[in-house]
C-alpha cells in the first residue's frame, strides 16, 4: 500500500491514516509553486499532509486553500488543526458547514451520537475550531482560484445536505467526496474499479444523489477524486453501477419490517446479500468473508443511515383519516 500516489495534472493522494491502509485519501493539488488541499481526514492526518508538501518542496505558507467536500470527521475532523500549520490557506465549505467548523460543538455531539463519545474521541480527538475570518462559504456556482487553475463549486446533496463537488478544469475531473460512493482498490479486477454508494447517517436523500451523479455526469469528466479511494476512471459505467445500487439499497429498506434493532438488523443482512451479489457480478477474487469485512463499517453506517431516511419518511407523511 502507498502512503502517497501521484496522478497526472499535480494531484496527489495521500492515505490520511484513518482506519487502515487506503481506506480515506486527503488529495493535494500542486500548481505554479501554490498548492491546495481537499478534505484533511483527522487531526492524525495532519504530519502525513506536512510531510507529503515538504517532499514535493511546498512551503505551509505556500497553501492558499483548503477544501472540504463535507463535514463529516474522516473528511474535515483535522480541518482545524491543519489550518493551524497553514498560515495563508483559506477554508472552503458549504455555507451550512460554515458555522460547524467555526464552533465544532454540534458537530461533535453529532459524531459522538453515531458511534458513541469513547469511540469518537478515538478516532477524531478534539476538534480545533477554525476562526471565522478564514472561512469561505462555497456556494454553487463559486469559482476558486489557485495561481491561474480554476476550480468550480457545485452543491451537490444526496449524502449529505452541506456537500460540495470540486470540479477542476485542468484535470478535466471532480474531487467528490462521498458523492460518487466509494471504491476500495482491493476490489479493482484488472483495472476495472468497482463504487458502492454512501447512504451514512443522518441525511441520505436518494433522490437528490440521483440528482448529484448525473450533475456531475453533466461536465464528461475524465475522472473522479474519491476521498474512499482516490481515482477512478470509466465514470459513466460508476454512475450507472451507483444509480443501481442506491435504488436496491433503498429496496432493502424499504421491504425491512418493524423497527428499532430488528429494522436494523433485516437491513444490514439485506446490504450484505448486495455485497454477495456484486461479487459474482464483477467476479471478485477476494472471499466472501474478506469483502465483507472490508465493507463492514460502511454497510453498518449505510444501514444506520437508511433507517434514518426511513423514519424521516414517516414524519413526513400526511396524517390520513
Known sequence: MQDVIAHPDGIYAVDSGYGRPQLAAIHLIVHQGRAAVVDTGTNASVPRVLAVLA??????????WVMLTHIH???????????????????????????????????????????????????????????AERIVPARDGDEIDLAGRRFRVLDTPGHARHHICIWD????????GDTFGLSYREFDMDGRAFAYPTTTPTQFDPDALHASIDRLLSFAPEAMYLTHYSRV???????GDLHRLIDTQ????????GGGVARH??????????????????????????ALELLRDDLELNAQGLGVWLDSLRVAEPETV
Open 265 to 290: 438488523v433485516e437491513i444490514l443482512a439485506g446490504l450484505e446479500q448486495i455485497v454477495r451479489e456484486e461479487a459474482a457480478r464483477h467476479g471478485w477474487t477476494l472471499s466472501e468473508n474478506d
Open 233 to 239: 476512471t470509466e465514470v459513466e459505467r460508476l454512475a
Open 73 to 131: 470527521l474522516d473528511h474535515a475532523g483535522g480541518a482545524g488543526s491543519l489550518m493551524c500549520a497553514l498560515p495563508n490557506a483559506r477554508l472552503l465549505v458549504h455555507p451550512r458547514g460554515v458555522r460547524h467548523m467555526a464552533d465544532p460543538s454540534r458537530l461533535w455531539e453529532g459524531t459522538a451520537a453515531v458511534y458513541g463519545a469513547e469511540r469518537a474521541f478515538e478516532l477524531y480527538g478534539r476538534i480545533v475550531p477554525v476562526p
Open 250 to 257: 433503498v429496496a432493502v429498506a424499504q421491504a425491512a419490517r
Open 55 to 64: 517532499k514535493l518542496g511546498v512551503a505551509p505558507a505556500a497553501v492558499d
Open 169 to 176: 478544469e485542468t484535470a478535466r475531473a471532480f474531487f467528490t
